[in-house]
């Protein structure tokens, strides 16, 4: 029997929750975004739950050739755009949208020799100050792009730093639309935070880019949780106990004996650890289901192995399935947020980290 540990990938919930980002934005179009490999799930895997999408964004080219032989003939768009100029030939061949962030992205297709018109998103560094042109010279580069033959369509489009927080997006939609309200072509400017928070812009959005609430994780998490949101986990990680220890009061648990048992305490050993992707600075008392039941862990996270108190579920034992994040047993969920928080991270961390040697099995 192989080591029992899996993950999940949840067909169903990916639908559901892109479902759900179209409630939230009925006018608009909605890109999947499925850089990083779909956040840790597999493009291939994650495929089948969200191809109702109106397109896929993401970074990589390979990426992208994965997505068009998984029979997907529909948008592509990568969000970095093409990091040689070479790669544009790839954008031709497969029709390929991509972003414009920088000068030398511009100059690479005014030298691309094609007949392929290409539709770029051209990108405004409204605020973030990560990629894009500043607001002052941006309409000076839509003008060139518009007037070059190898240019079919510009989009527009910028993207939130705060769409999560207090600090919100206006300031950063009074820049763009300041600079972009007379100015033709379809806008894309919303992520998952701002999609589900921002419902209503005083401009146009065609285009959002959901990426993590598809994957069932909250953006402004721990303001809302993904019941909040009506999101569903999309990715389960899963292992059995695979031993029993009984401590006294004063028996400590693993590496560094930081925990120590104050009275006498059954304690189950999983089968999930650090190289696994279980985060390692999860401390005692992070939650976890023991056969769907709410329980915490205890002590240090090793590579291979983590401790749960079994003081909640009597009745586990060798072999009781344990739910590190996702759906458990009986419809219970953990949110993989929660887990996120007791390491001080955040959801995309986690599964965009789960270990190629945990074995992966795609569900309904
Ligand atoms: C990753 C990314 C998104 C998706 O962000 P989420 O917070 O996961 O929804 C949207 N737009 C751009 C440009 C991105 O890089």
Redesign the pocket.
Known sequence: MPRPIEALIHTAALAHNLVRARQAQPDARVWA?V?ANA?GHGIERAFAGLQQADGF?L?DLAEAQRVRSLGWRGPILL?EGVFEPRDLELCSRLQLWHVVHNTEQVDWLAAHKTQQGHRVFLKMNSGMNRLGFRPEIYRSVWARLSALPQVDEISLMT?FSDADATRGIDHQVNTFEAITHDLGGERSLS???A?LRHRTLPLRNDWV?????NYGSS?DYPEHSIEHWQLQPTMTLRASIIAIQTLQAGDTVGYGSSYTATSAQRIGIVACGYADGYPRHAGTGTPVLVDGQRTTTVGRVSMDMLAVDLGPVPHAGTGTQVTLWGQGPNGSVLGIDEVAQAAGTIG?ELMCALAGRVPVVVVE
């Open positions: 975004v850089k956040y964004a970074l969000l993207h992520n998952s935070a999609i880019r959901a990426g993590i609430l953006p995309y």
